[in-house]
């Protein structure tokens, strides 16, 4: 048997010892981990099959997670496994709402995808953890903050270099739609790289608003490499975080008008530049607000047959459970479609009550971040506005990024190391 390890509480940064400080560069370590295999599975879906893949990415991510929480445990016995109360508490009645779901469906469509209750599990894992951090921290900020800016500046790299078609290797998820080079990175899909990047640069803002300004040079280059993905997602993010971080007070009103002023201009320079497509940046992001625009027209019309799908059912339980997403086999999308909204998406697969009861649980979490980063809330706000228009919510890099979001907030104040 290993000797047991000294119990003591989690002190705060100002106090720390030697042990709380290695277990919580010790514990970055596994959580750098976890970021790296939620952006990395284009390298593992090269060699290997799409759902060993995912397999594999979820060990990753979850393994690492895991081990966080019971090392932490293992110091602190005053630490609870399982949030008892709070967003992730309450996610509970979600996943109840999902099991009625899943269980009404097969009677109404004879058919139902059990997978579904995974995405919503893992979700789960990754708002209890968030949780977990939020009331003890057992991480260092700077490991796990500059770790993760360094992944998501090398998917942007990568990404960059997909698009001028010079990356040696041709790993999945790429595509040339509209006449457009949309990069996969290393996430295996188009969809999915430019949220991971967006967010990463959401997140270097904040840092640089909570004075550490070397973020800025990261945040500068992330935002570049958001508008060259073409990604009408990404610009979204980019945006909402952006510009409602103008409302705080009259000096960041200042500091956002010069980021955005900025950001434009990037758009504009860009745009000039990058010559392997036929449209412009300027012309891919102002298609935003044009229903008949390339994606748009399609997306209305999903919109419309998503709509019409819904009945007084939806009210309190889904009546799609796993068939409207995603996660379903291709022969379950070929036959029912997805909606492309993630809260539509979830009005039918777990009704309007459990909708509300999934966005509250993120609402809750943003509600206990720290009064002195403020900021992280915006971050949080503008990737449930993004989620509007994709459903990026069962999206596993997007949910990581979100929670790598909370944890940034709950450990910027409890930093070890800058």
Same mark, same amino acid.
């Given at each position: 048997? #290993? ?9 705060? =940064? *100002?106090?720390? *010892? ?23 599975? @284009? ?10 893949? &995912? ?12 081990? /966080?929480?019971?090392?932490? $445990? ?42 579904? /209750? ?9 708002? =209890?953890?968030?949780? !977990? ?29 997909? !698009? ?9 998820? &790429? ?18 790289? #430019? ?17 550490? +300004?070397?973020?800025?040079? #990261? ?35 200042? +500091?956002?008008?010069?980021?955005? @002023?900025?950001?434009?201009? %990037? ?10 497509? *036929? ?11 044009? *229903? ?6 399609? +997306?209305? =019309?999903?919109?419309?047959? =998503? ?59 943003? $509600? ?30 997007? %949910? ?12 910027? !104040? ?5």
């Amino acid at each position: 048997m #290993p000797p047991a390890i000294a119990s003591f509480p989690m002190s705060p =940064a *100002t106090a720390l *010892t030697a042990r709380e400080i290695a277990l919580r560069r010790s514990n970055s370590v596994l959580f750098a981990v976890a970021i790296a295999a939620a952006g990395t599975r @284009g390298i593992i879906e090269a060699v290997l099959d799409r759902s060993v893949a &995912y397999v594999v990415q979820l060990f990753f991510i979850c393994g690492p997670l895991l081990w /966080i929480e019971y090392r932490s $445990r293992r110091v602190d016995p005053g630490r609870r496994w399982l949030p008892l109360r709070g967003p992730a508490a309450d996610f509970g009645w979600v996943i109840f709402l999902s099991v009625v779901s899943m269980f009404v469906t097969p009677v109404i469509h004879d058919a139902v995808g059990f997978q579904y /209750i995974l995405v919503l599990v893992f979700t789960w894992l990754l708002l =209890a953890f968030a949780v !977990q951090q939020l009331r003890r921290p057992t991480l260092d900020f700077a490991i796990c903050f500059w770790s993760s800016t360094l992944i998501a500046c090398l998917l942007a790299v990568v990404g960059i270099l997909q !698009q001028v078609l010079i990356f040696p290797f041709e790993l999945p998820g &790429y595509t040339n739609l509209f006449d457009v080079i949309r990069p996969p990175s290393l996430t295996a899909s188009y969809l999915h790289y #430019p949220l991971v990047i967006a967010i990463a640069a959401c997140n270097c803002y904040v840092a640089a608003l909570n004075g550490r +300004r070397l973020a800025l040079l #990261p945040m500068v280059f992330l935002v570049a490499a958001t508008f060259g993905s073409f990604s009408r997602s990404g610009m979204l993010i980019l945006f909402a975080a952006f510009g409602l971080s103008m409302f705080t007070d009259r000096r960041q009103f200042v +500091r956002s008008v010069v980021v955005l @002023g900025v950001t434009l201009a %990037l758009l504009f320079v860009l745009s000039t530049m990058i010559d392997s497509s *036929t449209i412009s940046l300027v012309d891919r992001l102002t298609s935003s607000v044009d *229903t008949q625009s390339d994606g748009n027209d399609t +997306r209305s =019309a999903i919109w419309t047959n =998503a709509i019409d799908k819904l009945s007084w059912l939806n009210v309190g339980i889904g009546t799609y459970f796993g068939l409207i997403t995603n996660s379903a086999s291709e022969e379950l999308r070929d036959l029912y479609g997805i909606v492309e909204s993630s809260p539509m998406q979830q009005i039918l697969n777990i009704g309007l009550v459990g909708t509300v009861m999934f966005y509250g649980c993120f609402y809750r979490l943003a $509600r206990r971040f720290p009064k002195t980063d403020r900021y992280s809330q915006f971050v949080l706000a503008a990737a449930a506005v993004q989620s509007a228009f994709y459903q990026s919510i069962e999206v596993i890099p997007f %949910l990581v990024m979100i929670m790598a979001t909370a944890v940034f907030a709950a450990t910027s !104040q409890h930093e070890t190391t800058r």
